[in-house]
């Protein structure tokens, strides 16, 4: 199979295509733009394989990403092309509003020629084509009770930009299905976290701080309860789901890891200092700041039903998966070293 995958060179993205390279016999195309967060170094590992090709196009550029589909002729799409931070999207959500939906919108158009097109040419090849659309647990908004899970019937009720401009971009791809017959799947997951991470997001951010001595800042109480799935762990689901799934089908992905945001940064602490001793505690760094606009308190994912009709389980638990990560941000300085001297450097984001 020819897969073709937006947004590869970003966290998720380059987990997907490290596996399918290095753990199948897939053939890949990397569609991305590399904006701030895209970073082919996440993908030297696998650049030299003769079943990787990458193309560097904006999603929203239809004339290329028509010409793209032209001379690849992809089995599948992957879309995982987005612009993922919260924080960012209070700041300017217009980049959100154009990316996540604009460019789902603009994709799914030319998904959809392309499809029609081999229905004439080629329909076996049609039939087995599929369109699938990575999103996020945050579009269900905000849980209430403490046993309560997100499900795939869960209503949707964003509470940011980000997670409005997620919502937006489903309903697009849900209704490319029933109105044209697009063969689409869905995918909504729980927080990732991993190696080759951009280091905005909360683990990176607290493992480089406190390696630099500097603050380690916490929204609010620090009680906002998220779900933990190590990214290659979620990796291998995708692979699934894009291979396995039924179309039409909503699959949610989780690593049943619910853990509270303070929890996490107090964790993170103990391990980097029996890794990394310090003279004083890195928990002492901990301090604690204006919490976000709209901040979600929990977030839980029922995975019960790709567990169930796919077989897929999380191979990693919360302790397995976060000493990996802090060891890899440990044993991979040059990668994050780089990234703090080009477009970011641990600066607070979305505090209006």
Partial sequence: MKILVTGGAGFIGSAVIRYLIQST??????????????????????????????????????????????????????????????????????????????????????????????????????????????????????????????????????????????????????????????????????????????????????????????????????????????VEDHARALVKVVTEGVVGETYNIGGHNEKANLEVVETLCDLLQELVPAERSYRDLIAFVQDRPGHDLRYAIDASKIERELGWRPEETFETGLRKTVQWYLDNREWWQRVQDGSYQGERLGSL
Wanted: proline share 6%; charged share 20%.
């Fill in 25 to 230: 016999e897939h053939h890949v195309v990397n569609v991305d733009a590399l904006t701030y967060a895209g970073n082919l170094e996440s993908l030297t590992e696998v650049e030299g394989s003769d079943r990787y090709a990458f193309e560097q196009a904006d999603i929203g550029d239809v004339s290329r990403m028509v010409a793209i589909f032209d001379h690849y002729q992809p089995d599948a799409v992957m879309h995982l092309a987005a612009e993922s931070h919260v924080d960012r999207s209070i700041d300017g959500p217009a980049a959100f509003i154009q990316t996540n939906i604009v460019g789902t919108y603009s994709l799914l158009e030319v998904a959809r020629h392309y499809w029609k097109g081999l229905q004439k040419s080629a329909p076996d090849k049609a039939a087995a084509f599929r369109f699938h659309h990575i999103s996020t647990d945050e579009v269900y908004g905000d849980l209430e009770g403490p046993e309560e899970l997100f499900t795939e019937e869960t209503p949707y009720a964003p509470s940011s930009p980000y997670s409005a401009s997620k919502a937006s971009s489903d309903h697009l791809v849900r209704a490319w299905l029933r109105t044209f017959g697009l063969p689409v799947l869905v995918t909504n997951c729980s927080n990732n976290y991993g190696p080759y991470h951009f280091p905005e997001k909360l683990i990176p951010l607290m493992i480089l701080n406190a390696l630099a001595g500097k603050p380690l800042p916490v929204y609010g109480n620090g009680q906002q309860v998220r779900d933990w799935l190590y």
